[in-house]
């Protein structure tokens, strides 16, 4: 166990010390807010509120404690199966990862109201395990813009590319080019990152919200038609910058911050 725990501190350091290295040369770069996503895959049968409940009493305001304003905690929309849970973590810069964390894992608070989830046992476990993947934010949106609470949905998209030339011209087009057309037509922006740690690289991710799927769709087509996407679209510059695309559809929990 604590050789597993130490090649993963290893991984996430190497992964962080790759993206400072990455990002210290942008002329653009301030500081830039750090997202990290937790897709927890429920185990079949698992008592999900109990992960809500740890989630909410524990590991929130631990987070909140520390300097992270923001945690969102969404579900799939539908009923998927496997069911997962999504958990959006904003830590205010790449450097204060690392210490938040250890904070958090330290703290006596923590400790107390994490008492119930650690009593599980092993023959009932909640979850099977949950992916991590860490995205520094763009230059041209450093930081996520929390939407006003009401019902609403997210839609979560991952772009993967072929390499990661292709994946930082998709940066580069959304940074100069696309923001614009996404303000134009309603495609509202909550974050935009680039991953350096998880699954599926070279990749980014991006989350925007609606009202309601109707709305989604009708700005959707909006952006489709419209005339600067279709010249934009169109530049051999930013040519096969995307591979594949993961599509998920999200809606918040009502303790979710985000």
Request: net charge positive; glycine share 6%.
């Amino acid at each position: 166990m604590k050789r597993r725990n130490f090649i993963q501190t290893a991984a996430m350091s190497s992964a962080l010390l790759a993206g400072k290295l990455s990002y210290a040369g942008s002329a653009k770069a301030g500081k830039k807010e750090l997202f990290e996503i937790r897709e927890y895959e429920i185990h079949f049968g698992g008592n999900q509120n109990a992960l809500h409940a740890y989630l909410e009493k524990a590991l929130i305001p631990a987070f909140n404690k520390f300097g992270v304003k923001n945690v969102g905690v969404f579900k799939e929309i539908g009923k998927s199966e496997p069911a997962k849970v999504y958990v959006l973590i904003v830590y205010p810069s790449m450097e204060e990862y690392g210490e938040i964390n250890m904070k958090v894992k330290s703290d006596s608070d923590f400790k107390q109201n994490s008492t119930e989830w650690d009593k599980i046992p092993a023959e009932k476990p909640v979850f099977n395990r949950y992916n991590s993947t860490l995205l520094v934010a763009f230059d041209n949106m450093p930081s996520i813009k929390v939407p006003a609470k009401e019902t609403r949905i997210f839609e979560l998209r991952t772009y993967e590319g072929y390499n990661e030339d292709a994946v930082r011209r998709k940066v580069k087009m959304f940074n100069e080019e696309e923001f614009t057309i996404f303000d134009r037509t309603r495609l509202n922006r909550v974050f935009f990152g680039e991953a350096i740690s998880g699954p599926n690289l070279p990749c980014l991710t991006y989350m925007i919200t609606f009202k309601n799927m109707e709305e989604r769709d009708k700005n959707w087509a909006a952006f489709g038609a419209d005339t600067d996407w279709k010249k934009v679209s169109n530049d051999p510059i930013y040519a096969n910058t995307v591979s594949n695309i993961r599509r998920v559809f999200l809606e918040p929990t009502p303790y979710s911050q985000v």
